[in-house]
């Protein structure tokens, strides 16, 4: 009597393979075949061997920025909490998986009642009441209720795989970038302080000079007027440098003055070079995890479009109990004490149709948002490969140009303090090189550490920056984990 009932509704439950709703389909974006900026970087300041791009902070061959970023990745609290949403995810993701099983639980209950005198049996008053029961309910999925909203949970937990993958470009590019921005900082403080120690120089000169009548009170002020600038410059670079520090030190889940002491040290700044041999709109784009997130959460909308529509149809559940009921507890389990039920439920709200329709509008608004922020998405990050393509093309012209600058400026400095020693010219033109040599050289130190920004920008844009032990963590806090390799791989991923 029991299992007629059940190999009929699972035969119907196998039979039936359809899901309402609409099937996602990855959408066909249009893109171009080449970047339009790839020449701007002259082939000539590329690497002649890329290397990884997972891990390109490491053609600088620095042991500190390796540290760093090895640190960043272990402790930086914006990738554990994404790692956390990912953990969440997952975890909704296998609960929706157990609305595709059978719903087992076990329930017993014992009960003692006292009843009113005209109401008792043969005097006894008192009555005992024991039971036990397994219950099941299965809700039988015929129209995709169930396979669909796992099917929008699994692209949930994809996008915060992708998300995590994507804050750890992040934060892996702006690791870089500030260590860069650190170097350029540290190198121009020291261009300010030998230009100070020469004007100190010169201003001693004068000083001797204008005491023996060769120089006037108007060359020794103009002297120290110019000594005195260049000190000015020197409290904005040190706290420029200090707050580079604090953002390296909490970036590696550190506090703001953890690292002083261990970047105090100069370095030199760090000569990064962007590589895009190969690169096409389309590889950059089937390896963005920002791209992957918004398709895996169009993914996902679409799928609860069909959740919603299947509110329109009756919603089936099988049940069974199997216990035993006995006036005794010793008897509860001996033999005819059994008892048995299946039942099917039908829960069909036909007359709150409305209401459906409406959540149905709604959950089809959200695709068609997710799709909009999809394209917007796509856009973006071409718009941002070719923005870091044409900044680094354009800064390293600028490079060297400014090296041209600073090796004539630091000539002609040297030129005009002999001929003002032979007397051959007066202050004025020894000043005002030291002036332009000071320009030049402060110049050319910004624009090598906006080179290195640019080639990180350059990196960051075509997603470079995944460890492979990022993959493994995730494999190992739980082993259905998204690797980067799938996230990678563009398609419908289903």
């Not at 996602?24 to 002649?48: C, E, L, N, S, Y």
């Not at 090895?70 to 998986?97: K, P, S, V």
């Not at 529509?309 to 049940?319: E, I, N, V, W």
């Not at 948002?369 to 999809?374: H, R, V």
Request: proline share 4%; charged share 25%; net charge negative.
């Amino acid at each position: 009597m029991v299992i007629k009932p059940l190999l009929l509704a699972a035969t119907i439950a196998a039979l039936t393979g359809c899901a309402v709703g609409p099937d996602f389909v990855k959408p066909d974006t249009p893109v171009p075949a080449a970047f339009a900026r790839q020449d701007a970087i002259d082939p000539a300041t590329q690497p002649t061997s890329p290397g990884d791009m997972r891990e390109f902070w490491r053609q600088v061959g620095d042991p500190v920025l390796d540290t760093l970023v090895d640190d960043a990745l272990a402790a930086n609290n914006d990738l554990r909490a994404a790692l956390a949403n990912y953990d969440r995810a997952n975890a909704l993701l296998r609960g929706a998986r157990f609305d595709q099983l059978p719903t087992i639980r076990l329930q017993g209950d014992a009960r003692e009642t006292h009843v009113p005198a005209e109401e008792a049996v043969n005097g006894d008053r008192t009555t005992k009441s024991f039971q036990a029961a397994a219950v099941a309910s299965w809700e039988l999925d015929l129209f995709g209720r169930v396979r669909r909203d796992v099917e929008a949970q699994r692209s949930d937990a994809w996008a915060a795989a992708a998300d995590h993958d994507a804050l750890q470009v992040s934060i892996v590019a702006e690791v870089v970038r500030t260590y860069v921005e650190l170097r350029g900082l540290q190198t121009r403080l020291r261009v300010a302080h030998d230009n100070v120690d020469n004007q100190a120089e010169t201003l001693r000169l004068v000083d001797v000079r204008a005491k023996a009548g060769r120089d006037t009170d108007f060359d020794l002020e103009r002297a120290r007027a110019l000594l005195d600038s260049t000190q000015a410059r020197i409290p904005a670079l040190e706290a420029a440098e200090g707050i580079a520090m604090h953002r390296l030190a909490v970036l590696t889940g550190r506090t703001p003055d953890a690292l002083i002491a261990t970047l105090a040290t100069p370095s030199p700044i760090p000569a990064i070079r962007a590589s895009v041999d190969g690169e096409t709109p389309a590889s950059v784009l089937r390896r963005r995890p920002d791209v992957a997130a918004a398709e895996y959460r169009l993914h996902a909308a679409t799928a609860r479009v069909g959740v919603a529509t299947a509110d329109l149809f009756p919603h089936l559940t099988l049940g069974a109990l199997l216990g035993s009921r006995s006036s005794t507890a010793n008897a509860l389990f001996t033999a005819g004490q059994g008892a048995g039920l299946v039942a099917l439920g039908i829960d069909w709200s036909f007359l709150d149709v409305g209401r459906v329709r409406a959540r149905i509008r709604a959950a089809g608004a959200d695709a068609d948002a997710a799709l909009a922020q999809y394209q917007q998405t796509v856009l973006l990050a071409l718009e941002d490969t070719e923005n870091a393509l044409l900044t680094h093309g354009r800064t390293a012209v600028e490079t060297d140009r400014l090296a041209d600058a600073a090796r004539a400026s630091t000539r002609a400095a040297q030129l005009a303090r002999l001929r003002y020693r032979a007397g051959a010219s007066n202050l004025l033109e020894v000043l005002d090189a030291d002036r332009v040599r000071l320009q030049a050289e402060d110049a050319l130190a910004d624009a090598q550490a906006r080179r290195g920004e640019s080639a990180v920008a350059v990196f960051r844009a075509l997603a470079a920056g995944w460890p492979e032990h990022i993959a493994a963590e995730r494999t190992k806090r739980d082993p259905q984990a998204v690797n980067v390799e799938s996230i990678a791989a563009a398609g419908s991923r289903e």
